[in-house]
């Protein structure tokens, strides 16, 4: 969709019946993507893990992955690459010399994806969908300001202390069955009877590994699946009952807090063009 020789921006769709869609070959390129739905996603000695709308995948130029199922969608992600050399001068300002040493600049296969970078992202590939010639300093500047934040996190997640392979795997089974069912109406229970661990044992490890609560995760999912439904243009209250509320207000108080507006302002903007992303910081 957009390809300036320093950044470049796509979209991703793979069926799970494409017989390629277990194993699609290395990544061509250095790219972070934003799932719209979730899989699962196995990077060459790491561990797998849930890809969906809450984390940001990271690829490194012809690293091998392979994909698993859970959305029946498959995989739908929107991707954005950037020129190595870029992505290594970024890199060097959080890590001097890892860069250098490795071909794998990425130094870990995903971070957490934080509302305002997802609210960033969408907005610049409506910005490239709407038909109109883009505008490349607007593009350029919001795809490295995002992933300023991505390497920040990325390198500082490096840095923390990580779970066992057993209680990390916990929390990536319990991601995936919130995806399956963020619109239902579950108790803790259901989620620690559907994972085999204790409720306890659950909420402990699924705060210390993904920063937030249960609770605050199935909100995000249905907060960031409802930013596609209000860009097409649909009805707030419609848009709010398909995402798992219960009301329109509990639905745009929560959508007020994670993205700085109410939906209605949100879908005004979708269709004003242009919007600064993320404060900037590209490459500092």
Not at 88 to 117: K, N, W, Y
Not at 249 to 265: D, I, K, L, M, Y
Request: aromatic share 10%; net charge positive; with cysteine.
């Amino acid at each position: 969709m957009f390809d300036s020789g320093v950044v470049s921006a796509g979209e991703f769709r793979c069926p799970v019946d494409h017989p390629r869609f277990e194993d699609t070959g290395p990544t061509r390129q250095y790219c972070f993507v934003f799932p719209r739905n979730a899989c699962w996603i196995e990077q060459e000695g790491s561990a797998p893990f849930v890809a969906d709308s809450t984390v940001v995948p990271l690829y490194n130029q012809g690293h091998p992955y392979r994909r698993g199922p859970i959305s029946a969608d498959g995989d739908r992600t929107d991707w954005f690459g950037v020129a190595p050399a870029v992505l290594r001068d970024m890199a060097a300002a959080f890590a001097p010399g890892h860069a250098g040493r490795t071909a794998s600049i990425f130094p870990t296969p995903c971070v957490p994806a934080s509302a305002e970078m997802f609210l960033a992202q969408r907005f610049v590939f409506h910005h490239l969908r709407s038909g109109a010639p883009a505008d490349r300093l607007y593009v350029e500047e919001t795809i490295l300001g995002v992933l300023s934040d991505v390497l920040e996190r990325a390198f500082g997640k490096v840095a923390a202390h990580p779970l066992s392979p057993a209680q990390r795997d916990i929390v990536q089974r319990a991601r995936e069955h919130l995806n399956r069912t963020c619109r239902r109406r579950e108790g803790i229970a259901d989620v620690a009877d559907a994972v085999g661990a204790s409720v306890f044992h659950l909420c402990r490890l699924f705060r210390r590994e993904t920063g937030v609560s249960l609770h605050a995760y199935r909100t995000e999912l249905r907060l960031r699946r409802s930013l596609e439904w209000l860009q097409d243009g649909g009805d707030i209250l419609t848009v709010a009952l398909e995402a798992g509320f219960s009301h329109h207000s509990h639905f745009t108080a929560a959508f007020r807090r994670a993205f700085g507006v109410v939906p209605s302002g949100f879908r005004a903007m979708a269709s004003a063009g242009p919007r600064p992303g993320p404060a900037d910081r590209a490459g500092s």
